[in-house]
């Protein structure tokens, strides 16, 4: 193995990737699997996450498991922590991954003006307080142990403003759709926080980056792609394993000296 080639080498790794079940945390966790790492798919839906699991080891020849975790709950992340330490060792990549369209698609669409506190909290509690548990947890075990590298999902809209144009006719999954602010308030606060803990956890060993996905296909109608992508410099949508890839790069020692970071794999929308 080449000196270069040996830094994406992630044999003696241990990682985490929550919400893993998803289109993302399916792709994210199958990259780290299949560059070595010993994976734990963390999902609220056990079976989903078993089921991913299993398909993931079996397509890699690798040892993943399937765990269950309410990121919103310390004491559901306190047991899945254990049982995947107690499976697999000590966690050294932690990809904070999971979010949630609230229990209510209309709610979770609806105006500015019409927005409800119950599903603003709803959703915050999953994309930002969720990550913050998560984080704390076990990136405190991190920096103890002196290593680790997090990754938190953010968004090209917790960094820039949604361009309304692209909703007009547009739809997920047969509903009116738009970028709703506190999916915009959620995301940018991953990205505060990720610049807090790249430095608080900087002296010992433990490295925070953001990765910022563009739009990934996952529902929308053809408009929706149509519109989007003529946004997007390179002219399309991104595919999972794109913004994969760059996950792989920020887990990986190929990107040790790299923290507090907000990684773009957005096709250039964010360059306009």
Not at 40 to 63: G, N, Y
Not at 73 to 95: K, V
Not at 122 to 136: H, K, P, Y
Not at 162 to 181: C, F, K, M, V
Request: proline share 3%; glycine share 12%.
């Amino acid at each position: 193995m080449g000196r270069y080639t040996r830094l994406y080498d992630l044999r003696e790794h241990v990682a985490v990737v929550t919400g893993g079940a998803g289109i993302l945390g399916t792709e994210t966790a199958s990259a780290l699997a299949d560059h070595g790492a010993r994976v734990a798919v963390v999902d609220v839906d056990v079976e989903r996450a078993t089921a991913t699991a299993s398909a993931i080891a079996s397509e890699f020849d690798a040892t993943v498991i399937g765990v269950a975790c309410d990121v919103t709950d310390p004491a559901s992340i306190a047991a899945a922590t254990e049982t995947i330490e107690g499976e697999l060792g000590p966690i050294s990549i932690l990809h904070n991954n999971a979010a949630t369209k609230g229990s209510d698609l209309a709610a979770m669409f609806a105006p500015v003006e019409e927005y409800s506190l119950d599903t603003w909290r709803e959703i915050m509690a999953v994309n930002l307080d969720g990550l913050f548990l998560v984080s704390r947890h076990i990136g405190g075990l991190m920096a103890d142990r002196k290593r680790g590298s997090i990754i938190h999902t953010s968004s090209i809209y917790g960094s820039m403003g949604p361009d309304q144009r692209i909703y007009e006719g547009s739809e997920y999954l047969g509903r009116a759709i738009n970028t709703p602010p506190v999916y915009s308030a959620s995301k940018g606060g991953v990205i505060g926080l990720t610049l807090y803990l790249a430095t608080y956890w900087a002296q010992a060993g433990v490295r925070v980056n953001a990765l910022t996905p563009g739009g990934i296909a996952s529902g929308q109608n053809e408009e929706f792609a149509r519109r989007y992508s003529a946004r997007v410099p390179l002219g399309r949508m991104a595919e999972a394993r794109e913004v994969a890839a760059g996950l792989l790069f920020l887990a990986s020692d190929a990107s040790s000296y790299i923290t507090g970071q907000n990684l773009h794999v957005d096709g250039g929308l964010s360059a306009w």
